[in-house]
């Protein structure tokens, strides 16, 4: 008994040894509370950057502007939903008496997959629309691959998605990531006919001028703002404000879209920026966004780009003439 009282004495002394007396104890609170506050302030970047990193809704999303172009909007969709992409935030510039986007995608918009921007007869501008998704989708979208619909990203490995390809460790420095076009031009066809683009257009050409362009994907979080309004073209933001990288993961500092080796390694752009003859006429009558209509001396230079990498017919030609409404007459001069 007597043993056992000298234990609980020597346990009321340490108990008091460590006790704090009550007139203490709301201002030892206190700097408990501050210390949590400064060091939570101290790792407020830290925090901030976590949430931003990993509070987001979709992964991969998709921002497009398309004009004239609802026959390949469906196609578009599945090629890129086949890589894991998530969301699809679309800008109709169709004219008010032409065709909707909404007519071809109703059955995503109703999914929640495409979310479509109606700017018909309106005048925002590309740049515009890509600085607008950028603060759109903040919260939303981890990465945004800023790709036209005759621009489909394909990877050397299959089995690879876009989730898979971002996430590796070598990107976690770059907000933006350059990836190279492969052009694909009219494989001999001269109309459109209802086939895919990859079925129509199944031979590349290596070595031309234009595959040394690329497109970019785009880290969402850590953007400042005018990124793409201060900015040359619709290649990549302001070279001037982000950390950029190409398709390998390494710093990338050339400017305006152009780099001078394409890399093909891991992925490129299949860019069938011609298709056919009559598609490219459409494409000529469209002209720039805004419904800047080209002039005879820009249209005279469209259509010899179109000639140096196709080959030239009199029946390609008469494509031209007729939807443009004009006649080239140096072609007319030409020998087959």
Same mark, same amino acid.
């Given at each position: ?14 108990? =008091? ?7 203490? %104890? /709301?201002?030892?609170?206190? &700097?408990?509370? $501050?210390?949590?506050?400064? #060091?939570?302030?101290?790792?407020k970047e830290s925090i901030s950057n976590y949430f931003l990193q990993n509070n987001f809704k979709y992964f991969s999303c998709v921002a497009n ?21 998530? =969301? ?7 004219? %008010? /008496?032409?065709?909707?986007? &909404?007519?071809? $995608?109703?059955?995503?918009? #109703? ?46 490995? =299959?089995?690879?998605t876009i989730k898979k390809y971002l996430s590796r460790k070598i990107f976690d420095k770059c907000d933006v990531i350059k990836i190279h076009w492969l052009m694909y031009y009219d494989n001999g066809l001269i109309k459109y006919d209802n086939r ?141």
């Amino acid at each position: 008994m007597e043993k056992t009282t000298l234990i609980m004495q020597k346990n009321e002394k340490r108990i =008091k040894l460590f006790s704090i007396p009550e007139q203490y %104890l /709301s201002k030892f609170l206190i &700097i408990i509370i $501050l210390l949590i506050i400064m #060091n939570a302030m101290q790792n407020k970047e830290s925090i901030s950057n976590y949430f931003l990193q990993n509070n987001f809704k979709y992964f991969s999303c998709v921002a497009n502007i398309g004009k004239f172009e609802n026959r390949y909007a469906s196609e578009f969709i599945k090629h890129y939903l086949s890589l894991g992409v998530e =969301k699809f935030y679309l800008m109709d510039d169709n004219t %008010l /008496s032409g065709e909707k986007l &909404i007519d071809v $995608l109703n059955d995503y918009v #109703n999914k929640n997959i495409v979310e479509i921007f109606d700017n018909r007869g309106k005048k925002m501008g590309m740049m515009d629309f890509y600085e607008y998704i950028l603060k759109y989708a903040k919260y939303k979208c981890k990465w945004i691959l800023y790709y036209d619909y005759d621009e489909h990203l394909e990877f050397v490995d =299959k089995n690879m998605t876009i989730k898979k390809y971002l996430s590796r460790k070598i990107f976690d420095k770059c907000d933006v990531i350059k990836i190279h076009w492969l052009m694909y031009y009219d494989n001999g066809l001269i109309k459109y006919d209802n086939r895919t683009l990859k079925e129509r257009f199944p031979n590349s050409t290596f070595g031309t001028f234009e595959n040394n362009f690329h497109k970019s994907i785009v880290r969402v979080q850590n953007y400042p703002d005018n990124m793409w309004t201060e900015n040359t073209g619709p290649h990549q933001p302001n070279e001037s404000f982000v950390n950029m990288c190409d398709a390998e993961g390494e710093y990338s500092n050339i400017k305006h879209g152009y780099l001078t080796k394409p890399i093909y390694s891991k992925c490129y752009l299949k860019h069938y920026s011609m298709k056919t003859a009559e598609e490219y006429a459409l494409k000529l009558v469209r002209g720039e966004p805004k419904e800047n209509k080209y002039n005879v001396k820009e249209l005279n230079e469209k259509l010899d780009r179109f000639f140096k990498y196709n080959k030239f017919t009199k029946k390609k030609l008469a494509f031209f003439e007729n939807m443009l409404n004009m006649t080239f007459p140096k072609y007319h001069k030409k020998k087959i």
